[in-house]
């Protein structure tokens, strides 16, 4: 009777034992899965591409996003569209000024133009346009340069000079003269200007 009671005994130990390793198995096989799929889902979150935002203009085109810290546009770009403000600011004639100056607003922000148009006025720039019925052109002497760049009120700013040649026409008479065009230009929201860059404050010299 007790050989009959330890042989059973052992038996079920056996069978108790089989169980263990059977359910180990499992347990190490779902664990392995849980770390290989815990090690994806990470790498998918770490490798995701980072999302893009876009503005939407009144004609439903979409334009990207950029923050406002960030340059954007090139170097050459910057150049380039400083080149062609310098130049606006100085192809002007006395019949059709206003709607010249008008189109070339869309150059500034806000506050840029207002200050534009001050300095026009202050330096009787636009009294001797009239009174002396000029044509005004102008050309571009030399390459522009950037002075200087960086954030300034959370914006990427630049500060770059831009020689030129005015031309003076009358009905009697032709002058010329030099200038110095320094410009400051920052980043604007696409929203405002699609070029996402606008001038904050225009001054000349003479060189």
Known sequence: MRVDWDQETQENNKRYAKRYRHMLRHITVLTVFGVVLS?????QWLMRPAPQYFASTIAGELVPM???SAPVVTHRYLLEWAETVARGAYNLDFVHYQTQLNTYSNYFTPGGWSAFQGALSSSG??????????SISAIVSNAAVVLDQGLRSGRWTWTVQVPVLVTFTSA????KANYIVT????RVPVLDLTRGI???DFSAEPA
């Open 198 to 200: 606008a001038v904050i």
């Open 125 to 134: 720039f636009l009294d001797s346009l009239q009174t002396n019925k000029l």
């Open 66 to 68: 950029q923050p406002l």
């Open 39 to 43: 090690a994806g889902l990470c790498a």
């Open 183 to 186: 410009l400051t230009i920052q």
């Open 172 to 175: 009697s008479e032709v002058k």
